[in-house]
Each structure stands twice: as structure tokens, then as C-alpha cells.
């Protein structure tokens, strides 16, 4: 099986970009300088878990060990009027 060549103690540490700020999808509105403040709660008061699919209702995958905000020339506040 695929399985058998898994070694116990080993983790894989990905990079990803989980979410981003600005108008997404369905109008939904993320501000840059509010998605800075809630930075911290991605890993306090404890290292969230990373579902699939959003569904909490099965294992997580992982849990999130570190997040940082990253601006972007079309992240500025001024840029992004609530609709």
C-alpha cells in the first residue's frame, strides 16, 4: 500500500496564501488594515486547524504554526470602498 513507506516523527510544513484582502467573491469584503489586526488569532490563543473544505466535522489536517501579512501595491486601504 501507499502507506508503507510513511515514516512516524516526520511533518510537512507548507507555505500557502490562505485568504487575501480587498472585495472577494459574492461582495464579501475584506480590509487590509482589519485583516492586519487579526493577524495574531490565525495562531492565539492556540494554532488553528487546517480543515478541508471547511468542514469541522472531520480531522483536521494540520493546524497553522505561523501567518504574517503580506501588502501588496493593490492592498492599500483607500483602494477598497465598501460597495
Known amino acids: 500500500s501507499d ?6 516523527d516526520y511533518s510537512l510544513i507548507c507555505e500557502v ?5 480587498g472585495t472577494l467573491i459574492n461582495n464579501r469584503i475584506y480590509p487590509p488594515e482589519s485583516m492586519k489586526k487579526g493577524l495574531n488569532s490565525w495562531t492565539k490563543p492556540y494554532k488553528k486547524p487546517v480543515l ?8 483536521p489536517i494540520g493546524r497553522v504554526i505561523k501567518a ?5 501595491p ?10
Open 3 to 8: 502507506s508503507g513507506g510513511i515514516r512516524k
Open 17 to 21: 496564501n490562505a485568504t487575501h484582502a
Open 52 to 59: 478541508v473544505d471547511h468542514n469541522d466535522a472531520s480531522d
Open 68 to 72: 504574517k501579512y503580506i501588502n501588496t
Open 74 to 83: 493593490k492592498g492599500e486601504v483607500d483602494e477598497y470602498k465598501p460597495i
